[in-house]
């Protein structure tokens, strides 16, 4: 098990002798790293394939930046070429971001970032098996929870959401998502989150430029940009935000229950611990993004979870009239055909409850009771 110790210098040291290559950039990552490192070998409890997964990832994690780096030596140009202003989907957890997103991604216009990508945004010089590597993880997630699909349906292809991206810098919601790592998580409520947020807009550069030539709009979500929406819109200006909006009563129970599909498949759960987490980020993270909205009066346009769960189509033609986006017929086309073909549970029923995880309605309601107000709920 020495192989698989979460020592930070024998992982640095492993990672830079794979890869050739030994500049980290901007030491500010290594105060997340440690955090991560000592919360996945303290209380996460992971058993020995979480342990092995989990190692795995931060690797990845550690090479990708390794990768970052050099590039940004190698190529600033590509990195800091001027953005075509990016659509950037927010919301609370759970809200319809994902299905928002897909629909978004369907205009040709449009450029959404697939999973492989954000996985591995930078292949290895020698021989790209990033398609490859992330099929076979895939595979033995859907083998150890195949409930997730029902959940969060996501293929090697599919427009995932850009916190992945943030998985470089190691000050992302996505290693909570990975496994509970709960010290992690409180360090991750308070830290200063600029840096990360600099270096996103960087790789948002990046991975335009990838575009063979099109330099398509990019079309992005992540519902943990919410809580970060002052840091994503010094970085990123120009975005169009979209933020969607769900009850924090529903949202909640279908976020622990998501979150619970994944965790079980390297650790042992503790619904009760966790749901109380993920009350407390969530509130944390709404509270934030109260705060910054009142800074940005105007800059966000606001979606309800209910209205693009009836009127999918309505919805997004709202979003192109306010934002001006050129409406084609080839679009309109395309989407009305993809929301016939995908009903809702198409791949199966999603049921939960809050008191599964230790918590009731009171409970959410007193903790998130100023985002409910912001959505006139009472």
């Given at each position: 098990w020495k192989r698989f110790s979460f020592d930070?210098?024998?992982?640095?040291?492993?990672?830079?002798?794979?890869?050739?290559?030994?500049?980290?950039?901007?030491?500010?990552?290594?105060?997340?790293?440690?955090v991560l490192l000592n919360s996945l070998e303290?209380?996460?409890?992971?058993?020995?394939?979480?342990?092995?997964?989990?190692?795995?990832?931060?690797?990845?994690?550690?090479?990708?930046?390794?990768?970052?780096?050099?590039?940004?030596?190698?190529?600033?140009?590509?990195?800091?070429?001027?953005?075509?202003?990016?659509?950037?989907?927010?919301?609370?957890?759970?809200?319809?971001?994902?299905?928002?997103?897909?629909?978004?991604?369907?205009?040709?216009?449009?450029?959404?970032?697939?999973?492989?990508?954000?996985?591995?945004?930078?292949?290895?010089?020698?021989?790209?098996?990033?398609?490859?590597?992330?099929?076979?993880?895939?595979?033995?997630?859907?083998?150890?929870?195949?409930?997730?699909?029902?959940?969060?349906?996501?293929?090697?292809?599919?427009?995932?959401?850009?916190?992945?991206?943030?998985?470089?810098?190691?000050?992302?919601?996505?290693?909570?998502?990975?496994?509970?790592?709960?010290?992690?998580?409180?360090?991750?409520?308070?830290?200063?989150?600029?840096?990360?947020?600099?270096?996103?807009?960087?790789?948002?550069?990046?991975?335009?430029?990838?575009?063979?030539?099109?330099?398509?709009?990019?079309?992005?979500?992540?519902?943990?940009?919410?809580?970060?929406?002052?840091?994503?819109?010094?970085?990123?200006?120009?975005?169009?935000?979209?933020?969607?909006?769900?009850?924090?009563?529903?949202?909640?129970?279908?976020?622990?229950?998501?979150?619970?599909?994944?965790?079980?498949?390297?650790?042992?759960?503790?619904?009760?611990?966790?749901?109380?987490?993920?009350?407390?980020?969530?509130?944390?993270?709404?509270?934030?993004?109260?705060?910054?909205?009142?800074?940005?009066?105007?800059?966000?346009?606001?979606?309800?979870?209910?209205?693009?769960?009836?009127?999918?189509?309505?919805?997004?033609?709202?979003?192109?009239?306010?934002?001006?986006?050129?409406?084609?017929?080839?679009?309109?086309?395309?989407?009305?055909?993809?929301?016939?073909?995908?009903?809702?549970?198409?791949?199966?029923?999603?049921?939960?409850?809050?008191?599964?995880?230790?918590?009731?309605?009171?409970?959410?309601?007193?903790?998130?009771?100023?985002?409910?107000?912001?959505?006139?709920?009472?």
């Amino acid at each position: 098990w020495k192989r698989f110790s979460f020592d930070e210098s024998s992982l640095c040291a492993r990672v830079c002798e794979k890869t050739g290559l030994s500049d980290f950039g901007d030491p500010y990552f290594r105060e997340g790293l440690g955090v991560l490192l000592n919360s996945l070998e303290t209380d996460a409890q992971l058993h020995p394939l979480g342990r092995i997964g989990l190692h795995g990832m931060v690797e990845t994690q550690l090479e990708n930046r390794l990768r970052f780096v050099d590039q940004l030596k190698q190529h600033p140009e590509l990195f800091r070429q001027v953005l075509v202003p990016p659509i950037i989907v927010i919301g609370i957890p759970r809200s319809g971001t994902t299905l928002l997103h897909r629909l978004l991604a369907l205009d040709k216009a449009h450029r959404a970032l697939r999973f492989w990508e954000l996985m591995r945004p930078f292949a290895s010089p020698a021989v790209d098996h990033r398609k490859r590597d992330l099929e076979r993880a895939l595979k033995l997630r859907r083998w150890l929870t195949p409930e997730v699909d029902s959940k969060h349906f996501s293929r090697v292809d599919s427009a995932e959401e850009c916190m992945w991206l943030l998985n470089l810098t190691f000050t992302s919601h996505g290693y909570w998502i990975a496994a509970p790592v709960y010290r992690y998580l409180d360090w991750l409520g308070s830290c200063d989150r600029r840096p990360p947020y600099a270096e996103y807009r960087l790789l948002l550069g990046a991975l335009q430029s990838a575009d063979a030539g099109r330099s398509r709009r990019l079309v992005l979500k992540a519902p943990s940009h919410s809580g970060s929406l002052e840091e994503l819109m010094d970085a990123v200006p120009d975005a169009l935000v979209i933020q969607t909006h769900r009850d924090p009563v529903q949202a909640l129970g279908s976020l622990n229950s998501l979150i619970c599909s994944v965790h079980r498949a390297v650790s042992r759960v503790d619904a009760g611990r966790m749901g109380r987490a993920n009350l407390r980020m969530v509130t944390n993270e709404m509270n934030r993004v109260i705060k910054a909205r009142k800074e940005l009066s105007g800059k966000v346009f606001d979606v309800r979870y209910e209205d693009l769960e009836d009127n999918p189509f309505d919805v997004i033609r709202s979003i192109y009239d306010h934002y001006h986006l050129k409406w084609t017929r080839g679009f309109e086309t395309c989407l009305q055909s993809e929301i016939q073909k995908h009903p809702k549970a198409k791949h199966g029923t999603h049921i939960y409850s809050l008191e599964q995880f230790g918590l009731s309605r009171k409970e959410v309601v007193n903790h998130l009771g100023a985002y409910r107000r912001h959505l006139r709920l009472g």
